[in-house]
C-alpha cells in the first residue's frame, strides 16, 4: 500500500518555521509528484491572503469537493506552479485552488513571512496517524 500523507516543513536558515500535513485522497493527481520534491529552496510571496511557495514541479489540475477554504488550510495552485497556505481568511477570485491538507504547527511564523523571503521545503512520507 502507498503512501498516503506526507509532512510539509517549512523552514528558514535551518530553523522550522511550520509543519503541515498532505493528504492524497484530497491532491490525488499531485500527490506523488509533491513527495518527490524532497528539498527545495523558494522564495515567498502573498496573494489575497495567501503565503505562495512556488515548487520545482509541474502541478496538474485536481477536482475538489472543496470551494471555501479557512485559515491554516494548504492548497494546490496548479496556474501558479505552487503550493500556498492561508494565511487570512479571503475570497481567492479567480484563482483556482485544491484543498491539500492543513499546517499542523506554526501558522502564526508564516503569517509573518514578508515578500521574498527565501524558505526551504521538506516533503517526506508521514506515518499513518497523521
Known sequence: MGVDRALLLIEQRGSALAKAVLKR???PFNFDSLLGVKAAVTRTSTLKGLLLLPL???LRQ??????????????????LGC?????EQQPLGAVEAYKAG???EGLDNLSKLPSGAA??????PAERSI
Not at 83 to 87: C, E, G, N, Q, S
Not at 119 to 124: E, G, P, S
Request: no cysteine.
Open 83 to 87: 503550493i500556498a497556505v492561508v494565511v
Open 56 to 58: 520545482p514541479v509541474k
Open 62 to 79: 485536481e477536482h475538489s469537493l472543496y470551494r471555501a477554504f479557512s485559515r491554516g488550510d494548504v492548497l494546490v495552485i496548479h496556474q
Open 102 to 104: 492543513e499546517v499542523l
Open 25 to 27: 485522497e484530497l491532491i
Open 119 to 124: 524558505v526551504t521545503l521538506r516533503v517526506t
